[in-house]
């Protein structure tokens, strides 16, 4: 958050000081203003309260006992937990609020570019035996893995700088959602006790989603696979274990390999938009004689298929006719954007 100048808070009364004591003052005073104006207690505590570092001293010994009963080695407490320090960073962008919204076209041409596309297109044919194995085990296409993997992290180039326990740890410190990190903080240094990476090598976002696919721990837990066969999920630099991990969430999340996840749609005059949304599922052939059609204007898809119109940003906005799998991606990432973004991906990233 940026804050702005205040110079009146420290031009009063300022006669007679030495430029290096105005200084320290101003510091102090500058100091007071972010913390009031960011309603951060660990932002201003970090370092500056004496008695703070006690406190998350006793927190952490806590943590360990309690990881410590959940069987997890003392080696690893100490691996991932010796030295640990808080991220305030991580806590601002954690209250960071967006300054603007993106509307549906900027977020396509964001995570959807041409250049995307035609790297997903190499993508495919560099891996085209390895994702064809994993297709046929799993039942989902190489198009949508490599589709998820490239809208995720770029095809495994930006997976986050952020080391994950550090930046867990101060989430489960810091109060706003101390439970839900906790829990995933538990999960994570589950992810080190059982030799699937260790603790500094463990990257990922400043929230703790982690390796090329972006799981969060219990993510990681339910669904990541050894698929090389190595003894360890490596989600960070395998791509045969990155993409059966992401074949193995679609799959066991629902995901229909003899369905597509759906596609833009052109809407009659006088369409009623209370029909739009997931909340709304009928037959193809019901929205075909409502008069919806494919955006070149032709007939729907003659399938007994339940479908949603998706509307992008309400009336007059891009409609999308979505299937089940639609909600299956959903269940990565709830947001329509981010799930059209996908299947449209994967659709041009099909049609090379």
Known sequence: MTIAPAPALWQNDTHGER???????RLLIWKRVACAALAIPLLCAVGSAPGHAQDFSLWIKDLRRDAAAKGIRPATLDAALQGVKLIPRVVELDRKQPEFTLTFRQYMDRVVPRGRIEKG???LRENKALLKEISEKYGVAPRIIVAFWGI???FGRITGGFSVIPALVTLAYDGRRSSYFRGELMNALRIIDGGHIGAKAMMGSWAG????????PSSFLSFAVDHD???RKDIWNTVADVFASAAN???????????TWGRPVRLPKGFDH?????????????????GVRRA?????????LKASVVLTEGPGSAAYLTYENFRTILKWNRSNFFAIAVGSLADRIGDG
Do not use: N, V
């Open 19 to 25: 430029p290096k004591d105005r200084r320290m003052r």
């Open 121 to 123: 297109r190499q993508k």
């Open 152 to 154: 995720e992290t770029d």
């Open 209 to 216: 989603a982690m390796g090329q696919p972006q799981f969060m």
């Open 229 to 231: 066969g190595d003894g």
């Open 249 to 259: 969430y679609l799959a066991r999340s629902g995901w229909k390999d003899d369905q």
């Open 274 to 290: 209370t029909l739009a949304g997931h909340g709304t599922r009928k037959l193809i052939g019901e929205w075909q004689r409502l």
């Open 296 to 304: 070149d204007g032709t007939d729907l898809p003659a399938r007994a």
